[in-house]
């Protein structure tokens, strides 16, 4: 029988835990042609919550339904090509005459498109190999406007172009999102900072062009009911206090409280009952597991940045990041060589900004630090 605590992905109702209300909501929004900037802290379920919100039968047969993670972009062109594959793999199983479509739509890179022996095209540029994005990105618009259906596009992690050092593309991107009318998008990001520069700012192109909507953590009693129920129709008990625990630990993200739980559920039997007294131990477990791991990141950041990130770690959360006290406080070389570190840190993801909170990213990286005695 499945762990019912997935800690990859979507996989369906079943092992998704409330969201009741956000998931009318998108649906309506939607439904009713907004566009949407999805926003949250990172690890929270914006991503299973899209896939939910598509997870119906009114969208996946009255609608063309897209998710699109361009977390792995760095250009324009990047992300077009991460766009053109992510369309063509969810048309693919949709029978020839849908993908046909979108193909004969694609003559900047016809012959790029590559094809197995029973026919079933595959999209075959590589990263950085797109030679025309401008044209490409126009292709896939207009099919995005003809598709026969509406279309509904989530782009995850979209804060990654205001990283891409090229003002126009927020301006590209914001024209080709309002003159397609058949088309609706969700833009999903967590690094707050950066989302909020793209959406609320008068100076940008999307000021002013979609609903936002800020998503907030899963609350204890419906994480402690849905953690409970699946455990008891599996044949074991959870003691309630063990998702307290876990909710307070974990500041209500829920990755780490399912992943935690996923282990907890495998070394619970059938009759038997998860208690209290098992947290560390299985928290020690994932933390190990990833010992070789946070060692080769920590041994590969530059010297500054590291120092920084250990401060980070060891103080939890810090609002003066640069101010005299933190520097101080850690014996760090100055205030600008912190706010140098800290940029370099962003942009690797080891640290995140949350209304102009920062703290570590990965709360099991903190933990292997506090086990090694190096915070």
């Known amino acids: 029988m499945r762990n019912p605590f997935v800690t990859n992905g979507y996989a369906g109702a079943e092992y998704f835990c409330d969201r009741v209300e956000e998931t009318d909501i998108l649906r309506n929004l939607l439904r009713n042609e907004n566009n949407v900037a999805l926003i949250s802290s990172r690890r929270i379920g914006k991503t299973e919550l899209i896939n939910h919100v598509f997870d119906c039968d009114e969208f996946r047969e009255g609608y063309h339904c897209f998710l699109v993670d361009v977390y792995a972009s760095r250009t324009l062109s990047d992300f ?4 053109g594959k992510a369309v063509l793999d969810e048309l693919k199983p949709k029978g020839r005459g849908v993908w046909e479509k979108f193909l004969y739509a694609l003559t900047s890179v016809r012959s790029e498109i590559s094809f197995d022996i029973n026919g079933t095209p595959s999209w075959s540029v590589g990263l950085g190999d797109l030679h025309n994005p401008s044209a490409t990105l ?41 003159r397609t009318t058949n088309a609706h998008f969700i833009f999903s990001g967590s690094q707050r900072h950066l989302m909020d520069g793209i959406f609320t700012s008068p100076s940008r192109p999307f000021y002013q062009s979609v609903t936002i909507m800020n998503l907030q953590p899963l609350s204890l009693d419906k994480y402690t009911e849905f953690a409970v129920s699946k455990f008891s129709q599996r044949g074991r008990r959870l003691d309630p206090e063990v998702v307290s625990e876990i909710y ?45 791991t946070y060692e080769s990141l920590l041994y590969q950041m530059p010297v500054k940045q590291r120092n920084v990130f250990l401060a980070l770690a060891a103080e939890g959360k810090v609002r003066e990041i640069s101010g005299s006290t933190f520097v101080k406080r850690y014996g760090l070389i100055s205030s600008s060589s912190v706010v140098s570190a800290v940029k370099g840190l962003l942009e690797k993801d080891f640290i995140t900004n949350d209304r102009g909170e920062y703290s570590v990213y990965d709360k099991f990286f903190t933990l292997w630090l506090s086990r090694k005695g190096l915070i």
Do not use: W
């Open 80 to 83: 077009v090509n991460i766009l």
């Open 138 to 178: 126009d292709e896939i618009f207009s099919y995005l406007q003809n598709a026969g259906k509406p279309c509904l596009i989530a782009i995850d992690e979209f804060q990654q172009i205001a990283k891409y050092g090229d003002l126009s593309v927020e301006a590209t991107l914001r024209t080709y999102v309002q």
């Open 248 to 292: 307070n630990r974990f500041d209500a993200i829920t990755s780490y409280m399912h992943r935690v739980l996923n282990v907890l559920f495998s070394k619970t039997d059938v009759g038997e009952e998860c208690t209290v007294a098992m947290i560390d131990e299985a928290i020690d477990l994932i933390v190990r597991l990833s010992s070789d």
